[in-house]
């Protein structure tokens, strides 16, 4: 059973680099047809599909984030990692990762999710 799990600190300071990992278990995340996804949940808003990396390492990134956003893989410790530079306050939501059917979709396997406020 595949299980995920977010790290990363949960206050950053405007225009910081926010960074995220997701240490995966029960799957590989360089085998099978699936992709890793960030999602996040701003207070009061919906689900936003924001990228995901694939298993041969093909990045996809939302358009409205794809400036400010980087997905990369440790393949050796089974980790995929989010950074999102240049953040403001209005980047304040529970961050999950995710195993999707394909990217841009927002259901699939996700972790328990992390809520990272920005703020100084």
Not at 14 to 39: E, K, N, R
Not at 81 to 88: D, I, N
Request: aromatic content about 10%.
């Amino acid at each position: 059973q595949v299980q995920l799990q977010e790290s990363g600190p949960g206050l950053v300071k405007p225009s910081q680099t926010l960074s995220l990992t997701c240490t995966v278990s029960g799957d590989s995340i360089t085998t099978g047809y699936y992709y890793w996804s960030w999602i996040r949940q701003p207070p009061g808003k919906g689900l936003e599909w924001m990228g995901a990396i694939g298993r041969r390492g093909s990045t996809y990134y939302s358009p409205s984030l794809k400036s400010r956003t980087s997905i990369s893989r440790d393949t050796s410790k089974n980790q995929f990692t989010l950074k999102l530079t240049s953040v403001t306050p209005e980047d304040t939501a529970v961050y999950y990762c995710a195993r999707t059917m394909s990217p841009g979709q927002t259901m699939g396997v996700m972790g328990q999710g992390t809520q990272v406020t920005v703020s100084s």
